[in-house]
């Protein structure tokens, strides 16, 4: 509209009655001159529009801005300040050398050029070398410009920021400049606020879908035809691992779920159990649109397989404590039945000759005797109402004392039995009883893993040997053997293979306590079908330190 205005004052002043030959082509060629201007700035604002995207950021708008701008209008200095959560700060500068307060600083209110031009929503001009005093001369005068061209910038009465021009000379603006530049800073204006949207927007998507990806647990997104949307980096993994069948039933059991969910709008909850003995707890959640109609489901999944066996080793503590409570109770019961037994045993012994029959007998009583004495003990160190005490033993007769134990049990089941003791091992000081303990579990362990290779010839070989400053117990089977990767979890507490009621996994880790009581160690050396190797190392008193022969 104003365009147009202006075309018809022009042509009336150059056909009008006062119009002469003389001025003619004068106000002829300051027409073309205008006009031309006036093109330029439709070409600039419609190359603005163009050039411009949602996506691109500030200071890339702003140096589009600037190379098209500078070929119609005269300026030293621009600048650009956001408005954002009630602050100004200074967000872009051209020149870049020409920046006397760093860039995100924020303009105080007080006597601020700046935010007069946003209080008063007009454009604001001034020259530097007046006598009005505002904060902002300190930081234009620096770059020695004369003048300085505040304009605000609003969109939708929304405040989007201030854009500043400065000039290093005295000229004035133009009527038509100022015009030109309302309407590029409504352009400007509203592009900014697009921008800082989809900034928005983006930054909203992006810590979504950081947080969606980060979540450890399994999310599955279906839409309400139960196609798979989404899945976050933990599914995608979950995928990898399992196997197809154990896929294919996890698929089942999620599908299932997610279509009660879109049945009856509410959240369903499953334990699935899989093959590879691996447990999940699965949770599905209905997806609402504004008219509370579910259009799709979140299904969460949380691998519990470590809870519940942690749920399952509290379980065992707790009843290993009621053990150690009742043990302890039914040693100090049994403590005076048996010292009435020992101690008659040895009485008869004392009449009765090593000829007679019934020495043999008695001899077996005593020593049965002293056996649950040494079982008593160990059973209140368990429930720690004592305490084992450290003397001098062989090694070599801690195996003895095992094997009777043992020997008839092995030979029951096939099992071939190779010995082979040093006969000259050191004596160790520890608990007799306690290293018999660790010996008892290896040779046991030793029978499972024989039992698990039927077509086999069973063998356990027993070993005894000095090694620099150490005792070693070395116990070799021809069983199943361990998988590499197992070899490290062995010793970990209730860490088995064996069924349920066949064992806790508790022998290796209370062995290897026992071990390193003593100062010792448990090393394990085993292939899966080619047996294992368990070496118990115990150290030596003292270099020569007496034989027991």
């Not at 800073?185 to 697009?194: C, Q, W």
């Not at 190779?418 to 006969?423: A, G, H, I, Q, S």
Request: hydrophobic share 40%; with cysteine; net charge negative.
């Amino acid at each position: 509209m104003v365009l147009i205005e202006d075309k018809i004052a022009k042509i009336a002043l150059l056909t009008g009655v006062d119009s002469s030959k003389k001025n003619y082509y004068t106000e002829l060629k300051k027409t073309v001159e205008q006009l031309e201007k006036k093109n330029m700035q439709l070409e600039i604002l419609n190359g603005v529009m163009k050039s411009i995207k949602v996506n691109m950021r500030i200071d890339e708008i702003l140096n589009n801005l600037i190379d098209k701008l500078s070929l119609i209008i005269e300026f030293e200095r621009l600048s650009f300040l956001m408005m954002k959560n009630g602050s100004l700060s200074l967000s872009f500068v051209y020149p870049t050398n020409s920046v006397a307060l760093e860039i995100s600083s924020v303009i105080p209110k007080e006597q601020s050029l700046y935010w007069s031009a946003i209080t008063e929503r007009r454009i604001r001009f001034e020259w530097l070398e007046g006598e009005t005093p505002f904060s902002e001369k300190q930081y234009l005068t620096v770059h020695q410009l004369k003048s300085i061209l505040v304009l605000p910038l609003f969109s939708k009465n929304n405040e989007i920021g201030v854009l500043t021009i400065g000039r290093k000379n005295l000229k004035n603006w133009d009527k038509d400049d100022l015009h030109f530049l309302e309407q590029l800073t409504d352009h400007l204006a509203a592009i900014i606020e697009n921008v800082q949207l989809y900034n928005e927007v983006l930054q909203s998507k992006q810590e979504w879908e950081n947080t969606f990806k980060a979540v450890d647990d399994m999310i599955i997104i279906y839409d309400q035809n139960l196609n798979v949307l989404q899945l976050n980096d933990s599914a995608q993994s979950l995928y990898k691992r399992k196997s197809k069948s154990e896929l294919e039933q996890l698929n089942e059991q999620c599908l299932t779920e997610a279509q009660n969910t879109l049945d009856f709008f509410k959240a369903s909850f499953q334990e699935i159990h899989l093959q590879d003995q691996s447990i999940f707890e699965l949770t599905t959640y209905p997806i609402l649109n504004e008219k509370n109609e579910p259009q799709g489901v979140i299904a969460y999944l949380k691998d519990v397989t470590e809870k519940k066996k942690m749920e399952t080793q509290l379980i065992h503590s707790g009843k290993l404590a009621a053990i150690g409570e009742m043990a302890a109770g039914v040693a100090h019961e049994l403590n005076s039945p048996l010292t009435a037994i020992l101690g008659n045993a040895q009485l008869i012994l004392r009449k009765v000759q090593e000829g007679d029959p019934n020495y043999i007998l008695l001899t077996d009583i005593k020593n049965c005797g002293d056996r649950c004495k040494h079982i008593i003990k160990s059973l209140l160190t368990f429930s720690r109402q004592d305490e084992y005490s450290f003397d001098k033993f062989s090694l070599n007769d801690a195996i003895a004392q095992v094997l009777n134990l043992l020997k008839y049990q092995l030979e029951k089941n096939n099992i071939s039995l190779k010995v082979e003791l040093d006969k000259e091992m050191p004596l160790l000081d520890g608990n007799q009883p306690q290293i018999e303990q660790i010996i008892i579990n290896l040779l046991l362990n030793a029978k499972d893993a024989l039992e698990q290779n039927a077509n086999l010839s069973k063998q356990i070989f027993i070993q005894t040997y000095v090694d620099d400053d150490n005792v070693c117990l070395k116990v070799t089977d021809n069983g199943i053997g361990i998988e590499r990767e197992r070899l490290t979890a062995i010793f970990h507490p209730f860490h088995t293979t064996k069924e349920f009621e066949k064992g806790t996994g508790l022998g290796l880790s209370v062995s290897l306590g026992i071990a390193r009581a003593h100062g010792g160690h448990i090393g394990v050396e085993s292939e899966l079908h080619n047996g294992s190797v368990f070496i118990l190392t115990l150290p030596l008193i003292q270099r020569g330190a007496e034989v027991k022969k």
